[in-house]
Structures are given as C-alpha cells and as structure tokens.
C-alpha cells in the first residue's frame, strides 16, 4: 500500500503532470468516501447506544474516535506490507494496546482485505466488521468498513491499479451488559485468525480477562 506522496513520488518530473493529477484526484475521491464511511459508522453505532435491548454481541457505551486511511495498491503490493500499513494504523487507534492483539488484528484484518477485494459488493457498499481489543485500561471495539474501486486509467498502473480505503470508529464496550464469555469468545477468534495459539493465547485471554472482571467490578461498586 502506498499514501499520496509514495505514490506521487512514482510520477515525478513535468512530463508527469498529468498523471499527478490523476492520483491527486484519486485520494480526493478516496477522502470523500472516508468522511461518508465515517458517518454509515457512526450512524450504526448511534443506533447501537439508542437500542436498550439485550440483542447486540459487543454493547458500546460511547463514540469515541474516528480514523481513516485512503491508499492505492497494486497487483504486485507485498501481503506482509499490508500486514504492517493495518499494524501501524491500530498503533494509532489504540495507542496503549497489547502487541499480539494488534499483531494478530492486522494479520486478520489483511485477509479480510483480500477477500473483499474480490467481492464485487465492496466496490459499492464496502465491507463491514469490528474487533475488540484492550486500550489501556480500558476495552474498546472498532468497527470497521472497506471499500474499493479500479483505477481507470492504465498509465497509474504501475503504482495504483486499486484505490482502498478504509475506516474505523472507535467506541469503549459497555461491560455492564456484555458476559465474559461472550467477550472472549469474539477476543480469543480474533487472536487465533492470527496464529496466536499455546501458552501465548492463554496469557492474552488471561489477562484480557482480568481486565474485564476489574471493569465489571467499577461498575457494580
């Protein structure tokens, strides 16, 4: 994956103009689908908070964030490079979070990238999905969307034949209406989707855990 200036840097030179605008139109374009992707989210989540009832798998308390990231990717783009772009945005998006848990979340997220590049439904209604994880002291959920478009013009092949773009929001899970075991049974998926396994996998529900149970106790106090 590659931002506006990487890509930029591949049209260098007047002759390039042309196509320089190109790319610049391209991440305009990607911009604005982020600032509706950001309100689609945020809309379902407020919907989220406005429903009293018992039905939601992960409950939220509060919006507390927004992220987006527009990028281009090319045929040839490095797997492990878009393992490390996911890497680096939950980085920011969760700033005190566990390094296996974002690890393991960058490695699922990735896969779940390629398979939505493949859906035709992504080019128009992006793809959606969350995760769970620990910020701090605290337990959060990003629910996330995808989307997709070709690049029409060949001549930017060589450094975007997709523009991608994808954004998060980021909500704190509301513990008073959520079980333990519904908790780890969506936290200890997402580590397993990233080969996290043995004795790793048992300190990170472990401590996971731990954090859940003195939340739940705040709470109840």
């Not at 890509?7 to 911009?31: I, K, M, P, W, Y």
Request: aromatic share 6%; charged share 20%; hydrophobic share 45%.
């Amino acid at each position: 994956m590659g931002q506006l200036k990487e890509v930029l840097n591949s049209f260098n030179g007047d002759a390039f103009s042309e196509e320089r605008e190109q790319v610049e139109t391209l991440f305009e374009l990607g911009a604005a689908r982020a600032a509706l992707m950001e309100l689609e989210l945020n809309q379902h989540l407020n919907a989220l908070l406005a429903n009293d009832g018992d039905n939601q798998s992960i409950p939220v308390s509060s919006i507390i964030g927004a992220y987006s990231h527009v990028h281009a990717m090319t045929y040839y783009t490095d797997p492990n490079h878009i393992v490390a772009t996911f890497r680096n945005a939950l980085a920011k998006a969760v700033t005190v979070g566990r390094f296996r848990a974002i690890d393991s979340i960058s490695a699922l997220l990735a896969e779940s990238l390629k398979s939505a590049l493949q859906d035709p439904n992504t080019h128009t209604e992006g793809k959606a999905l969350y995760v769970v994880l620990a910020d701090g002291q605290s337990l959060v959920r990003l629910d996330i969307k995808m989307w997709c478009a070709d690049v029409p013009s060949h001549t930017l092949h060589k450094a975007a034949e997709k523009i991608v773009v994808v954004s998060a929001v980021k909500s704190t899970i509301d513990v008073t209406r959520l079980t333990l075991n519904t908790f780890l049974h969506v936290y200890q998926r997402q580590l397993r989707a990233g080969s996290v396994g043995g004795s790793d996998l048992m300190r990170e529900i472990e401590d996971i855990a731990a954090l859940f149970r003195a939340l739940k106790r705040i709470h109840e106090a």
